[in-house]
């Protein structure tokens, strides 16, 4: 019976959306993505220019801000951690927002040479597609709402969040969902990031990343000889953590990604260390290994003397959490699915579900509904120097975006 309710439901949404895209206002709002291009893809040209390598985000989070007030955002602000965020005010102050983001960040460390340009018609240069498509993404339908008077029952949030890359570990989402003064009032989340129309991510692919240091007296290697060795400590422990068993399904990996230490090649080290990336959709499965890497260490660390027997110290470790974002997954049956669903049927767009880590993890983990979704287009050597976008189907991605949102925002006529 719950089969053919859902399937009722479903024909329901797919009969919301043809209304909607029907409606002369949303019609005028697609014509603008189309006539406007040149202007989009010279915001994209303007906005992967300045650099916004992790945790120095603030150049171009001023970048925004100056976009979100011309486009005739309220509220617009940069908040406590960097995000840039401007309210399309609601018909309805009593529904729920729909937020609509993009992260700014990239992964460059400051100083890379970004090479921003434009040959034809493609575009190229470091962060050009990731995620200068979503950034521009969420400018394109701000302006092209307003440009067409769609008149919208709640709220939309547009944020520009920091923090999405590596080692910004989603800070950005995490405040937004976590601290901010919008944390009740969000209703679906609709992340937009990179490229493409092909996938949704429904999964929240979760990591846990760690610092693993061992210690120890160091010393001569001639005339401390005997001295306990941190890099061959470790090494053990490396290779006693990598017999932990890694099933296919729910997927994990584990990743040792970088190894250091030791001063010079007679000299005993006194420390050396790694870097372990482990990830899953399963929460589970993640805090299984992650027990496994301390019984590996621990364990290893246990059969060395707590003191040498000169008296120095002997071996200690220390292990770091670096990362942490959690896992999750959509519930199948959840509104924003059926209404993408419907939405890339009502386009002709085949997209398959993906697992992936996103600014979605944030709002998955927190059981609200969120999905992430490319802006348009077509890109390639994202995380690369060589990264580039072809702005040609940029339209469907952005129709796309512009049908989901409004099916989950609701048009007041
Ligand atoms: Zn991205």
């Known amino acids: 019976m719950a089969f053919s309710a859902s399937i009722g439901t479903q024909t329901a949404v797919q009969q919301q959306i043809a209304r909607l895209a029907a409606l002369r206002d949303v019609h005028a709002a697609m014509e603008w993505f189309r006539s406007h291009e040149p202007e989009l893809r010279d915001w994209q040209l303007e ?4 650099p916004a390598p992790p945790f120095g985000e603030g150049p171009r989070a001023e ?9 005739g955002l309220e509220d617009v602000q940069v908040d406590a951690v960097g995000n840039v ?13 729909v937020a609509v983001t993009a992260h700014i960040d990239t992964v460059f460390a400051a100083g890379t040479p970004l090479n921003v340009h434009r040959e034809g018609d493609r575009l190229y240069g470091a962060g050009i597609s990731d995620n200068g498509a979503g950034i521009v993404g969420l400018l394109a339908l701000a302006s092209a709402l307003r440009a067409a008077k769609v008149r919208l029952s709640a709220g939309l949030l547009f944020i520009g969040n920091v923090g999405e890359e590596g080692e910004g570990d989603l800070r950005g989402m995490r405040h937004i969902f976590c601290e901010s003064a919008w944390k009740d009032r969000i209703g679906p989340t609709v992340v937009l990031d990179g490229a493409a129309t092909d996938t949704v991510v429904t999964q929240a692919l979760g990591s846990r990343r760690f610092q693993v240091t061992i210690q120890g007296p160091g010393g001569h290697s001639w005339s401390d000889f005997g001295a306990p060795n941190p890099i061959v400590v470790l090494s053990r422990a490396i290779a006693r953590f990598s017999r ?8 994990i990996s584990a990743n040792v990604g970088v190894i250091s230490g030791g ?21 589970q499965e993640m805090e299984r290994v992650e027990r496994a890497l301390r019984d590996a260490v621990a364990g290893v660390v246990s059969e060395y003397p707590r003191r040498a027997r000169n008296g120095s110290k002997g071996i200690s470790y220390e292990i770091q959490l670096i990362g942490c974002r959690p896992a999750a997954e959509l519930d199948p049956s959840a509104r924003i699915l059926q209404v993408i669903h419907a939405v890339d049927a009502h386009l002709g767009n085949r997209a398959r579900p993906h697992r992936a880590s996103t600014d979605a993890n944030i709002p998955l983990s927190l059981g609200r509904e969120a999905i992430s979704i490319g802006a348009g287009g077509t890109g390639g050597g994202a995380h690369t120097l060589q990264e580039w976008y072809d702005p040609a189907e940029r339209g469907l991605g952005l129709k796309r975006a512009l049908l989901a949102v409004l099916a989950l925002a609701g048009v007041s006529q």
């Open 47 to 50: 906005v992967a220019a300045i």
């Open 63 to 71: 970048w925004l801000h100056s976009r979100f007030n011309e486009l």
């Open 85 to 97: 965020v401007g309210v399309r005010p609601p018909a309805d102050p009593d529904q729920k927002l």
């Open 244 to 251: 932990t068993e890694l099933p296919a399904e729910p997927k």
């Open 263 to 283: 001063t010079s090649v007679n000299s005993i080290p006194e420390s050396a260390s790694m870097r372990v990336d482990i990830r899953s959709a399963s929460q």
